[in-house]
């Protein structure tokens, strides 16, 4: 059948229809994801005239400010700071800091300003992304933006306490709500940790460990990276996986999951953990980004 009206861009990354400046947003061919993301590599973004963006720019939001914890988690012992700042005037403001030995945030940490204006988001995360700081497990790593929330959820098993962010992707499910989340914390001591040459059978044992506790039963799982990495200067180890199931109450049939083990310096190393079911497939792209972009404190 054929259409009078202007033929619908594909799939894909288009510039957020929200206006917001440096985001994306998926485009499934008929409708917006309800997430957004900044652009960078791994988001190849197109263009359609469209889906040209109409609104302008939101102004710039207050800072950020936790949500309400729910159900049993313990206290929040995250460090969530905004480091996004604006041309010229904060420009002025970090040369006064510098050039008279201002104090230094005790916990954030800020990426470089761009020298200017022009120049293309870095590696990863545009310079002055928020970050969230884990004190506990002595691990930084990106806050994704809009529509993520603190985590405040209950505690979870592989962890002495929790850090992160999560959205709801399913308020209601057989066994509870289900979320997407990128958290971490200092894994507990059940799980046998004795040093960076045990990384690799240590994140295995959680990886199982997080399939009973979290995903649908029965599940499937294949095995898409298992390989020792460097973070920051310290020994690290990968797990990324696709979980698949087919149980009656769940929007999704599947999962990507991301375990990275991170040794500190510590009695605990640090855990990363990032799961995004297949009802947000678009955000997978930014597992790697994420991992890319973790400090050790």
Do not use: K
């Amino acid at each position: 059948m054929t259409s009078d009206g202007p033929q619908l861009p594909p799939p894909g990354w288009y510039a957020d229809p929200d206006g917001s400046p440096g985001m994306v947003r998926w485009w499934s061919g008929s409708a917006w994801s309800d997430v957004a993301t900044p652009a960078g590599p791994g988001v190849a973004v197109q263009s359609s005239p469209v889906l040209t963006p109409q609104r302008p720019a939101a102004p710039e939001p207050p800072a950020w400010t936790p949500q309400p914890a729910t159900g049993s988690a313990r206290p929040r012992r995250a460090a969530w700071v905004v480091a996004g700042v604006l041309g010229v005037v904060v420009a002025v403001i970090l040369a006064l800091v510098v050039g008279t030995g201002g104090d230094e945030d005790p916990v954030a940490a800020r990426d470089p300003q761009p020298p200017t204006a022009q120049q293309p988001p870095g590696p990863t995360f545009a310079p002055g992304t928020v970050r969230i700081i884990d004190q506990e497990a002595g691990i930084a790593y990106p806050y994704l933006g809009d529509g993520w929330l603190e985590y405040g959820m209950a505690d979870m098993a592989e962890t002495s306490s929790v850090a992160g962010q999560y959205f709801t992707t399913q308020e209601v499910t057989p066994a509870g709500t289900f979320i997407a989340q990128v958290t971490s914390g200092p894994l507990v001591e059940e799980f046998g940790y004795a040093g960076p040459g045990s990384l690799a059978p240590t994140v295995a044992a959680v990886a199982d460990s997080v399939r009973v506790n979290y995903y649908p039963q029965p599940n499937e799982r294949r095995i898409l990276r298992d390989e020792a990495r460097t973070v920051d200067g310290r020994e690290a180890h990968l797990l990324e996986f696709q979980l698949a199931w087919d149980v009656e109450g769940y929007d999704a049939s599947g999962e990507r999951a991301a375990l990275l083990l991170i040794d500190v310096g510590r009695p605990a190393p640090a855990l990363l953990y990032i799961s995004i079911p297949n009802t947000h497939a678009e955000l997978y792209g930014v597992i790697d980004r994420l991992i890319d972009a973790v400090d050790v404190l």
